[in-house]
């Protein structure tokens, strides 16, 4: 019989790995990349300025985006892990109260 093996362990890392990128990123687009904007749009008129600063809105957007991505990727990690160890548990239950004749 085949078996299926799930490191918990490294699964939990993963998990707070994915989390703490996201969370930087996050940071830089909330707190830097703003700030950066805000100098470009105060120090610089014209024309070229508010073509830059559309196209780097839309550049925000998409990094905001990927944060969100990121976040499903976490909480996706998180259930499938919940999920392989009810599983797992569930599988050990059974095992014990089974009856072999």
Known sequence: MDNIEFDFHIAHTQEQNI???RQR???VISEKYETVMQEVYSGWQGDNSQ???YKAKVLQERM???TLLLEKAEEALHAAALKVER???K???LG????YD
């Open 87 to 89: 599983t797992e548990e």
């Open 19 to 21: 989390g703490q990128i």
């Open 25 to 27: 990123f996050s940071d």
């Open 51 to 53: 073509l830059f600063l």
């Open 96 to 99: 014990e109260i089974r009856v």
């Open 64 to 66: 905001e985006h990927t």
């Open 91 to 93: 599988a050990k239950e």
